[in-house]
Structures are given as structure tokens and as C-alpha cells.
């Protein structure tokens, strides 16, 4: 059974830093584009960070443009989520997420808190 387990959350002040993981197993994880999403209560879930299969390029959402970096290690089959300058409004649940267009596969994590706060 593909899984997604995400690590790494948890509480941090304003200007701290975190760094999320995402573990797969069960899937070809270098064939796939992973992202990470966000979702705060009563919002709707959020693209904060995505990377390719291919070429390693990078998306982010502006709100945390030079601030988080998402990076790929495929002999672990592993993303991370490298936050910097986290803010309050950075707090949400991050979920992993693994799409693979060629064969209609999209698989979810199950969610890590962050909370950023004084």
C-alpha cells in the first residue's frame, strides 16, 4: 500500500525554522512530482511548494517565495520542506503530496501541524 508519512512539525517562534520530511514507500517515487500543500481550518488546501520528476525544477507560492525551499532525495525516497522566517500565518497542516500525470496517480499524506507562534 503506497504511503506518504510526513515529520518534522510542530511549534516554532516567528523567525524560526523547520524542516518537514515526507517518507514514501510503495511507488516509484522518482517518477513522481511531489509538492507540498497547506490548509488552515475552513480554507481550502494550498500549494506551498512543488518539484519536478525530471529536472529538479521548483515552484513556490509567493507567500513563501525566499523563504522555504523544497529539495528531493530519490535514493531515499524522501521531499523536504526547508521553512525559514516562518511567520504566523504560516500555520497550517502540511500535507505531501505525489502526482504522476502518465498514469493518473495522486497519493496524499496524512498531515504534519505547524505552528507558528510567540
Known amino acids: 500500500q503506497v504511503q506518504l508519512v510526513e515529520s518534522g512539525g510542530g511549534l516554532v517562534q516567528p523567525g524560526g525554522s523547520l524542516r518537514l520530511s515526507c517518507a514514501a514507500s510503495k511507488f516509484t517515487f522518482s517518477r513522481y512530482a511531489m509538492s507540498w500543500y497547506r490548509q488552515t481550518p475552513g480554507k481550502e488546501r494550498e500549494l506551498v511548494a512543488a518539484i519536478s520528476s525530471t529536472d529538479g525544477s521548483t515552484n513556490y507560492a509567493d507567500s513563501v517565495k525566499d523563504r522555504f525551499t523544497i529539495s528531493r532525495d530519490n535514493a531515499k525516497s524522501t521531499v523536504y520542506l526547508q521553512m525559514n522566517s516562518l511567520k504566523p500565518e504560516d500555520t497550517a497542516v502540511y500535507y505531501c503530496?505525489?502526482?504522476?500525470?502518465?498514469?493518473?496517480?495522486?497519493?496524499w499524506g496524512q498531515g504534519t501541524q505547524v505552528t507558528v507562534s510567540s
Open positions: 503530496n505525489a502526482k504522476r500525470t502518465e498514469t493518473n496517480s495522486n497519493y
